[in-house]
């Protein structure tokens, strides 16, 4: 009789476990179903963004610490566009190597709506210009903290956007590309 009631013990916890991984499953469905009317892309495609995004910020990373070149284009050094062009070559972009050929690509974000894999633009050393002058890949995004990677004089490194009076200063505009087309 013992046995018989923990038998009985186990069935319902089954079947309770089975109730609420169901309703977990039936949440995150809905979920989706929101989040496509919120943004109009489907959230297979949000996902399939996000992990290549994730695999060129991974990339750009294992050349950290590569020295600045003056228009270098390979991993023995890269100036600021080079290193974007050689990173998102990698997976089949073709940007061009200019800074301010690359800002007229994609489509404009607002700062404040900024995600990794999002290009951000600036003035080069010189403040008074209006031109663009300077690349950089936002590659993480936190209440504190927009980190961007980009090859600069002390050679590739991340920044935090929000504490750097320099390139906060020269900030031009962020863009997005579309990551969509499974190049």
Do not use: W
Not at 72 to 80: A, K, M
Not at 89 to 103: K, P, R, T, V
Request: with cysteine.
């Amino acid at each position: 009789s013992n046995m018989q009631c923990r038998t009985l013990t186990v069935k319902y916890l089954l079947l309770f476990v089975c109730t609420l991984s169901l309703n977990s499953f039936a949440q995150s469905v809905e979920n989706e179903v929101n989040l496509n009317q919120i943004t109009g892309v489907s959230a297979d495609t949000l996902k399939k963004n996000s992990e290549q995004v994730d695999q060129i910020i991974s990339f750009a990373k294992t050349f950290l610490g590569t020295p600045y070149r003056y228009a270098g284009t390979t991993p023995s050094g890269f100036d600021c566009s080079g290193f974007i062009s050689f990173v998102f070559g990698n997976f089949g972009f073709s940007l061009i190597h200019s800074s301010y050929g690359m800002a007229e690509l994609g489509a404009t974000v607002k700062l404040a709506e900024v995600q990794p894999g999002d290009l951000l633009f600036f003035k080069g050393s010189n403040i008074n210009s209006t031109q663009v002058g300077h690349v950089a890949m936002v590659t993480e995004v936190r209440p504190d903290a927009i980190l961007f990677i980009h090859s600069a004089t002390g050679g590739v490194m991340i920044n935090n956007f929000k504490t750097s009076k320099y390139y906060i200063s020269r900030f031009i505009k962020a863009k997005r590309l579309d990551y969509g087309q499974g190049r």
